[in-house]
């Protein structure tokens, strides 16, 4: 029996619900993911690898829901009532799960194994992402009466791009500015809950009174209650100040009279940790004779500006990224305040690139280059652009995790890739291994013996003087110029070097491999790509290609301009867009599927290959390129999914199937181009992957269309 499909023609009001609750799915789904990879963010190691991790899990869980709703030929819309009450609430209970579990299962203040954080995100978001990835199939087979379908495949996508687009840009632009966590999912539910609540009062008045009194409670917890404050001091402890900004979690706790800052679940302020903010000021600035101006990129809490005011410059530029953090330091007096001290709340590289003053000393006091966006202050560009804006005498300090009793073989490359990028770009290069290892370069020559220079210069510490020879020891030094290694890569902005030997000594700290993730993961990946059919490859290939181009797109962004939250959420954005006019033109050109289908694979594999010619003509990328390329390039792969639907037909109930596809190939995206292909083989090789991929595609498409 073949079924005919006449799209949004009944009058039915509760098939008008169905599509509204896609819409509604949508937005949670989006809203939800984003959130979701802030709290992991938050109480993990905030790096690529976690945000690959989450999205993997999530895209993967909800393909296999889409899957198995495809033994569902018919649904009931009981079944549906309860899919959508679950979709509801299983965000709070998420939120509740990833914070209270966290200190259930792991001791406070251990760092976690990869595998530990993978396993974690499975258990805690399978629930959730397999409802929503059974959902939008499911939403068809409700829908599905007296063998004709009132919402077909392509008009399935196109409303769940409504979904996404609104998701995205709520979430981008809106919540996270004024919201926190708890707040945010209830907004998302309670769109849910009031299409699930109309439904019930066309279906079933008395559910209907029933479940409000459940909606009155749940608007309680999430608006009023003390629960989130709580869940999270189950990690924290005596939380006394606790920000949510675009750009992370920043919480202060206290504990008898002193403060400490967290950031991504890692303290980076404490009041009594003197010796950090001595080390990082006075080796620094007792090279310099006269100290004139100094720009502090990050780290101006506590004791910082002080320690710098010793020198008496005549000005100190303090940039940090986060307006939360410098509004939490003023808020506290954790910031001294001084005529001479102007704060800047901006990206360092994009203040340098706007600034044309030049500084006795640029200090930056950023954590371990663990993840791009903090690569970006360690690389061959920057250190070349941060020497433009230093003075002759002027030099540069940077810092890296050390532990001084042992060098493992992958810290002695970490050590070596940052001290030979500096040698590119400066003459001179001293180590100097206090609590943490610190990098002095210069045209100049860099004293070692600091506490000699500092009594020089009359200058008081409490820590660096009398602890230093027992610290910076001749063995010490000895040991860090043999760790040196001459034939090592240069760390460059394409090829981010550095970021692949962090992932590597984060799998060697705990003596596991990524083999047994590699070997399993293309295990998987080949098993699923030999059972599926031609018109799905052509929708995985689609997807991959999708999530691994906006990766890039945010990269080189992040590059060329810095990291403004606004813009990459816009490039975020502007991929989604993109999907809804696609999905719509699909849908108008189905009746030619097959010509099309060849016809947005040849524009595809074009765009692609332009985004590697053009970059290697020329790095200068006008902005609004950023939005339109990500448009153009949804745009064409949004035709491609109800073109496909045609293809299969839709008397084969092709939305499942189509939607694994997608998902599949965008999770394999996102971990294939984000942990192995940029850090391990640079920006360009990533982008002829998955220009290769796209290939194997299109002549899959030749053959379809022949």
């Not at 840009?169 to 609540?197: C, R, W």
């Not at 709340?345 to 006795?360: A, P, Q, V």
């Not at 280059?369 to 002759?392: G, W, Y």
């Not at 694994?660 to 360009?684: C, E, K, Q, W, Y």
């Amino acid at each position: 029996m073949h079924i005919r499909c006449k799209p949004l023609k009944r009058n039915n009001a509760a098939d008008k619900l169905i599509a509204a609750s896609i819409i509604a799915i949508g937005i949670s789904s989006i809203v939800n993911q984003v959130i979701t990879i802030r709290e992991f963010l938050s109480l993990f190691y905030g790096n690529e690898i976690t945000i690959s991790a989450v999205i993997f899990c999530w895209l993967t869980i909800g393909a296999i829901g889409s899957l198995c709703a495809r033994f569902f030929k018919r649904g009931s819309l009981s079944s549906f009532s309860f899919l959508l009450f679950l979709i509801a609430i299983l965000p709070l209970a998420q939120i509740l799960l990833i914070r209270i579990l966290r200190s259930a299962f792991f001791p406070h203040g251990i760092s976690l194994s990869f595998y530990n954080i993978l396993a974690y995100v499975l258990f805690t978001t399978f629930p959730y992402c397999f409802a929503i990835g059974f959902a939008l199939p499911y939403c068809q087979a409700v829908s599905k009466k007296e063998g004709e379908f009132f919402i077909d495949t392509g008009i399935l996508y196109c409303l769940d791009s409504i979904g996404d687009i609104t998701g995205g840009i709520l979430a981008s632009f809106v919540f996270v500015y004024f919201l926190k966590p708890f707040s945010i999912i209830g907004i998302t539910s309670l769109i849910t809950f009031f299409v699930l609540e109309i439904l019930l009062w066309i279906r079933n008045k008395k559910l209907f009174f029933a479940s409000l009194l459940f909606v009155g409670f749940f608007i309680w917890f999430v608006f009023s209650s003390p629960a989130e404050k709580y869940s999270l001091s189950l990690h924290y402890g005596n939380i006394v100040a606790y920000e949510e900004s675009p750009y992370g979690r920043i919480v202060v706790t206290k504990e008898k009279d002193q403060y400490t800052v967290w950031e991504s679940s890692t303290p980076f302020y404490s009041q009594k940790d003197i010796a950090r903010a001595e080390e990082k000021v006075h080796y620094a600035l007792c090279q310099l004779d006269s100290v004139k101006d100094v720009l502090l990129i990050s780290g101006g809490l506590g004791a910082t500006i002080r320690e710098i005011e010793k020198y008496h410059p005549l000005h100190i530029d303090y940039v940090e990224l986060d307006p939360s953090v410098t509004k939490i330091g003023l808020k506290l007096k954790l910031i001294p305040e001084a005529k001479n001290l102007s704060i800047i709340n901006t990206d360092g590289r994009r203040y340098l690139r706007s600034t044309k003053k030049r500084y006795s000393a640029i200090i930056v006091d950023l954590p371990d280059p663990d993840t791009f966006q903090i690569n970006r202050f360690f690389t061959k560009e920057f250190f070349m652009l941060a020497k433009s804006h230093l003075t002759r005498e002027g030099l540069i300090c940077v810092k890296m995790k050390y532990y001084p009793n042992y060098i493992s073989k992958v810290r002695k490359r970490k050590i070596s890739i940052l001290y030979n990028t500096l040698k590119c770009c400066f003459r001179y290069v001293e180590l100097i291994p206090g609590t943490e290892l610190y990098f002095l370069a210069g045209d100049r020559p860099i004293y070692t013996d600091i506490p000699r220079r500092l009594n020089k210069l009359h200058i008081k510490t409490l820590y660096v003087v009398p602890y230093f020879y027992g610290n910076v020891t001749p063995d010490r030094i000895r040991l860090l110029k043999k760790a040196i290694l001459s034939d090592t890569e240069i760390n460059t902005d394409f090829r981010p070097c550095l970021v692949k030997v962090v992932f590597q000594e984060w799998f060697k700290k705990f003596n596991t491999s990524p083999f047994y993730l590699i070997f399993s993961l293309t295990s998987l990946l080949f098993l699923y790509l030999v059972f599926i059919k031609r018109e799905e490859y052509v929708l995985f290939s689609t997807g991959f290609s999708l999530m691994g181009l906006e990766m890039l797109c945010i990269l080189l962004f992040q590059i060329l301009y810095g990291y403004v939250y606004l813009k990459v959420g816009a490039i975020i954005t502007a991929f989604l867009i993109g999907l809804f006019p696609g999905s719509l033109v699909g849908i108008k050109v189905r009746k030619s599927a097959k010509r099309y289908l060849l016809i947005t694979e040849l524009l595809i594999l074009a765009l692609l290959i332009s985004c590697p010619l053009y970059l290697s003509i020329t790095k200068n990328i006008p902005k609004i390129l950023f939005l339109l390329y990500p448009f153009i390039f949804s745009l064409i792969c949004g035709i491609q999914f109800p073109v496909l639907a045609q293809i299969i037909g839709e008397e084969k109930s092709p939305a499942s199937r189509l939607f694994a596809s997608d998902l599949i190939g965008a999770s394999f995206g996102t971990v294939i181009i984000g942990i192995v292909a940029i850090p391990f083989f640079g920006l360009f090789s990533a982008l002829l992957l998955i220009i290769t991929l796209k290939i194997t595609s299109l002549l899959i498409s030749i053959k379809k269309s022949a």
